[in-house]
Nanobody, 124 residues
């Protein structure tokens, strides 16, 4: 009911920058919040950054002052600008949205939705 399409991952050297984008589409009535999580093999998925509607951005301590999250409510998109990247930032990054959908005249949710993931590799 909600599709999240991510783009912008890739390989970057330590100290470099990458910009991740995520666009939500589907039977969206409203989006309560959007954010980014990441996961490495054998580890649990962890929050990187998120914005709840009407709230301030929330960041993991490990990325604070290096990453910036922004959201375009009109376009249902969320951007993660990643600066001063470190090898430990290497992971699959997943877009997340908490959304309410309108289907056949009925509201559903809010529910969690996930993108397919995009690989970010920081290596020299």
């Amino acid at each position: 009911q909600v599709q999240l399409v991510e783009s912008g991952g890739g390989l970057v050297q330590p100290g470099g920058s990458l910009r991740l984008s995520c666009a939500a589409s589907g039977s969206i009535f409203s989006i309560n919040g959007m954010g980014w999580y990441r996961q490495t093999p054998g580890e649990e998925r962890e929050l990187v950054a998120a914005i709840i509607s009407g709230g301030s951005p929330d960041y993991a301590d490990s990325v604070r002052d290096r990453f910036i999250i922004s959201r375009d409510n009109a376009k249902n998109t969320v951007i993660l600008q990643m600066n001063s990247l470190k090898p430990e930032d290497t992971a699959v990054y997943y877009c997340n949205a908490i959304a309410t959908t309108l289907v056949a005249g009925a509201l559903h949710g809010p529910q969690n939705y996930w993108g397919q993931g995009t690989q970010v590799t920081v290596s020299s």
